[in-house]
């Protein structure tokens, strides 16, 4: 099992929730942040235990935090009903806040990727958002923040469940995952959440890509090798994305190999080709990883993609001869 509680009870927005309920003044509505779309639903359910618990924190034992998990308990209504949030979802809600609680003295709404909602279904929901019935809570959970109107985010006090440390990643993770060398590369490679990691880790292309980039560093030589690495880049198993963050990891790596600190390294099975890269001095690395920032902003701007995998090794290959003679 994911220890998805273990990573969220260290962070701001449970501690604020915790405290919240500690006082006696649990907000009437809160949003949840996250990047990671996969298991905001999942964390959204451990607010909601938390907030029905009769513990300080959720015990996961007790009939509420049991019910929860199985999607079975009265007072914990789950929205969206079917993909996204739609305007019969948001009606529903609100004829449901009228009603009493079954068993518990508060009633939680959770409302999951409520970046799905329309503009319409936001304006009724404003109502409700503004003055609740009396026990009401609604937990919004969205993946960004951007398409909620001003007048929703103005009303809810917002969290945000911050990208978490490849260390506690790897904690979470480990039983999950058991193959160690592959879970560093994906947790180094993925943007600091669970959903990211866990599908690069599941990813068959993962090592191959990182075998690919090990190779280009170490081996890349002339403009005639240029040519032949670009098109094995370009090739259809490997994404594009992939391989920039990939590259870019590898290049932290060699600048940390570079100043002893070999401990550092997240990609510990590359570290002794990397080593042979040792004709990368830091200056050029540093040039490498300026130009895959570069990479990443032209990409979004659809660039080309031969003219920019072509663009990108080419800076690698004049920065390793540059700071090499200077
Ligand atoms: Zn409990």
């Known amino acids: 099992m994911i220890d998805l509680f273990g990573l969220l009870k260290d962070t701001g927005a449970y501690k604020t929730v915790k405290g919240d309920k500690e006082n006696g003044r649990l907000s009437h509505a809160y949003l949840i942040l996250t990047p990671d779309g996969e298991n905001l639903g999942e964390y959204l359910k451990i607010f909601a235990r938390l907030a029905f618990c009769n513990f300080v924190e959720p015990c996961f034992n007790c009939r509420a935090c049991k019910l929860i998990e199985e999607n079975a308990y009265s007072d914990l209504i789950i929205y969206p009903k079917k993909e996204t949030v739609l305007a019969e979802d948001i009606n529903s809600l609100i004829e449901e806040s009228y009603l009493k609680p079954v068993e518990a003295d508060k009633k939680i709404f959770i409302i999951n990727h409520a970046e799905t909602m329309n503009a319409s279904a936001q304006n009724k929901l404003l109502k409700t958002l503004e003055e609740p019935p009396k026990g009401v809570h609604i937990f919004l959970g969205a993946t960004s923040e951007f398409p909620l109107l001003p007048t929703v985010l103005s009303r809810v006090k917002k969290l945000e469940i911050p990208a978490f440390s490849a260390e506690k990643l790897k904690n979470a993770l480990k039983e999950e995952c058991p193959a160690l060398e592959r879970l560093e590369s994906a947790v180094a490679c993925g943007d600091g959440t ?133």
């Open 194 to 326: 669970v959903g990211k990691a866990l599908s690069l880790y599941g990813d068959e292309n993962l090592k191959s890509i990182t075998d690919l980039a090990v190779d280009i560093l170490v081996n890349m030589k002339s403009s005639k090798d240029l040519l032949f690495y670009s098109t094995k880049v370009l090739s259809s198993k490997c994404d594009l994305s992939e391989f920039l963050s990939v590259l870019e990891l590898l290049l932290r790596d060699m600048l940390m190999i570079s100043q002893g600190k070999e401990d550092l390294v997240a990609a510990k099975s590359a570290v002794s080709a990397l080593k042979k890269a040792e004709r990368f001095k830091t200056g050029a690395i540093i040039h490498a990883l300026e130009c895959i920032t570069e990479a990443n902003k032209r990409k979004k701007f659809n660039a080309n993609p031969t003219m920019l995998v072509e663009w990108l090794l080419f800076q690698i290959l004049e920065g390793k001869y540059k700071w090499q003679k200077s």
